[in-house]
C-alpha cells in the first residue's frame, strides 16, 4: 500500500485536526478526499478507517460533554445529539465496508483496528454484548500477529473491562484491568526515559484504583448492607505496584 499522505496531502491537515480535538474540520476534510474516489479504488478501507475513527472519537467527546452537562444540570441539545448518533451509524457503515476488505486483504492489524472501533461503537450505543463480542474478536485476530505483551492490547483490555462493568460481571471486569495492568508494566520495562515510566506508573496506578472498585462492587452485589461507595479506608493502592522491580 502506497503512503496515502503522498497520495492525498490533505490527509495531514485532517490527523492534526483530530489530534488537536478539531474534529468537525477534520471530518469535513475527510468528508472532501472521499467525496470523488472511485469505491473501488484499493486504498478506500485504509481511507474508510481513518475517517470512521474520526467520527467515533467526535462522538465520543460529545457524550462526554453531555455527560458534564447532565450532571451540571444543564440543558442538552438535541440537535448536536442527533448529529453525534448519524456519525456514529456512518461509521458504523464504513467499518462493515472495511471488516470485509481487510478480511480479503489478510490485513490483520487493520482488521483488528476495525474490530475494535466496532466495539466502540458498540459501548457508545450501550449496546454492551454487542460491544464484548467486538472487543473479543479483535483480542482473536490481534492473537495472530502480536505477542501477548504487545502494548496494543491495553486499549482493548481496558474496553472489555468497561463492557463487563456495565453488564455487572465485576470479576471479569478486574481480570481485564489486571492484563491491562500487566501490559502496561511490560512496557514500563521497555522505556528508558523516567518521565515516560513515571507516566506510565500513573497509569497503572490508575488502573489499580478501577480494579479495586470492581472488587469493591462485587463484594456489594453480594452483601447489599454494603454502602454504596466505599470508606477511603478499605481503598488501598500499594504505589509501588507500579514501579519497576530493581535488577
Known amino acids: 500500500m502506497e503512503d496515502l499522505v503522498e497520495a ?14 478539531e474534529f468537525e474540520h477534520g471530518i ?24 470512521a475513527d ?15 452537562k447532565i450532571s451540571g444540570k444543564k440543558g442538552l441539545n438535541l440537535e ?3 448529529v453525534a448518533e448519524d456519525d456514529l451509524e456512518i461509521a458504523w457503515n464504513l467499518l462493515e465496508i472495511c471488516k470485509n476488505a481487510f478480511s480479503i486483504l489478510k490485513d490483520y492489524s487493520m482488521l483488528a483496528r476495525t474490530r475494535f472501533l466496532l466495539g466502540e461503537i458498540c459501548l457508545l450505543n450501550n449496546e454492551f454484548r454487542s460491544g464484548l463480542h467486538e472487543f473479543v474478536e479483535c483480542v482473536a485476530v490481534m492473537d495472530k500477529i502480536y505477542e501477548k505483551d504487545c502494548f496494543k492490547y491495553a486499549d482493548v483490555y481496558q ?39 513515571n507516566e506510565i506508573c500513573d497509569v497503572i496506578t490508575e488502573l489499580l484504583q478501577k480494579a479495586t472498585e470492581l472488587k ?23 504505589i509501588n505496584a507500579c514501579k519497576r522491580n530493581k535488577k
Open 8 to 21: 492525498f496531502p490533505m490527509l495531514s491537515e485532517a490527523r492534526a485536526c483530530i489530534v488537536q480535538g
Open 28 to 51: 469535513e476534510i475527510y468528508s472532501e478526499i472521499l467525496k470523488d474516489m472511485n469505491p473501488d479504488d484499493e486504498r478506500i478501507p485504509y481511507l474508510y478507517i481513518e475517517y
Open 54 to 68: 474520526a467520527l467515533v472519537k467526535s462522538s465520543n467527546m460529545f457524550f462526554i460533554e453531555e455527560i458534564s
Open 80 to 82: 448536536e445529539r442527533k
Open 159 to 197: 474496553s472489555l473491562a468497561n463492557c463487563y462493568e456495565f453488564l455487572e460481571d465485576f470479576e471479569r471486569g478486574r481480570e481485564y484491568y489486571d492484563k491491562a495492568i500487566g501490559i502496561y508494566r511490560a512496557e514500563q520495562e521497555r522505556r528508558e526515559s523516567e518521565e515516560e515510566k
Open 216 to 238: 469493591y462492587k462485587k463484594e456489594k452485589l453480594e452483601n447489599t448492607d454494603l454502602p454504596d461507595e466505599p470508606e477511603s479506608d478499605d481503598i488501598f493502592i500499594d
